[in-house]
């Protein structure tokens, strides 16, 4: 299985400010994920990290809020820029087993906005 | 739809089985994934089935899908206290592996 080491672990923040989470991977992946889970929420996918061009938004979600970066295929950044409280959550980070089955997450860093 | 839907909560007794359920809307789903989520903690990931298979036991864990049905269940045997936390069902609709969450089920096992 896949090793997923997430920076911080947690964080308090001021709103206005901008904080950037760290993904580091044990081992090459092609794609990396970044979800969202709001409080008492279920996941949402932001987007999906690709190594060498831009990364993939999904719906609802954009890139000046939450520029990503994938400089290579073990580690990615996502930035919560001119953060609210709104966006208080749980940011993981995913990745798929190469082997092309499981899919593994991060531990999660929580964002407390105030 | 796109939802992927679960029953909120299950309260069971120690040693008894834990049965949870999940539903959802595509059919052409790849693989279906159980996550376990405890307080503070990211996603462990449980056990998964690929599509064209009806049944995947895994130790205390036994997961079975009915693709006609677009149902999906959990089931625990001789729940432990230990495995009070969220379960989460989720989906994989391509080569990818974007998953679609559902809601979460929070699972009390009760002394």
């Known amino acids: 299985s896949a090793v997923i080491s997430q920076k911080p672990s947690r964080d308090i923040c001021q709103r206005g400010t901008s904080l950037t989470i760290q993904c580091q991977v044990d081992?090459?992946?092609?794609?990396m994920f970044w979800y969202r889970q709001q409080p008492g929420q279920s996941l949402t996918l932001i987007a999906t990290a690709n190594q060498g061009s831009e990364a993939t938004y999904e719906s609802g979600f954009v890139i000046d809020k939450f520029p990503i970066s994938r400089p290579n295929l073990t580690f990615s950044t996502l930035t919560v820029s001119n953060m609210s409280p709104e966006d208080s959550s749980i940011y993981l980070c995913?990745?798929?087993?190469?082997?092309?089955?499981?899919?593994?997450f991060g531990q999660g860093t929580r964002l407390t906005v105030v | 739809g796109e939802d992927v839907e679960q029953s909120l909560f299950l309260s069971v007794r120690e040693g008894d089985s834990s049965v949870i359920n999940c539903t959802y809307t595509?059919?052409?789903?790849?693989?279906l994934y159980w996550y376990k989520q405890e307080p503070g903690a990211g996603l462990q990931l449980l056990t998964y089935?690929?599509?064209?298979?009806d049944m995947k036991q895994d130790q205390r864990l036994t997961v079975l899908l009915n693709k006609k049905d677009k149902h999906l269940s959990l089931r625990i045997a001789d729940t432990q206290t230990g495995d009070s936390a969220i379960y989460f069902c989720?989906?994989?609709?391509?080569?990818?592996?974007?998953?679609?969450f559902g809601s979460g089920t929070r699972l009390l096992v009760r002394p």
């Open positions: 081992s090459q992946v092609t794609m």
């Open positions: 595509d059919s052409s789903s790849t693989y």
């Open positions: 989720a989906e994989r609709r391509d080569s990818s592996y974007k998953l679609i």
């Open positions: 995913s990745v798929g087993d190469p082997r092309g089955t499981e899919a593994f």
């Open positions: 089935i690929f599509s064209n298979m």
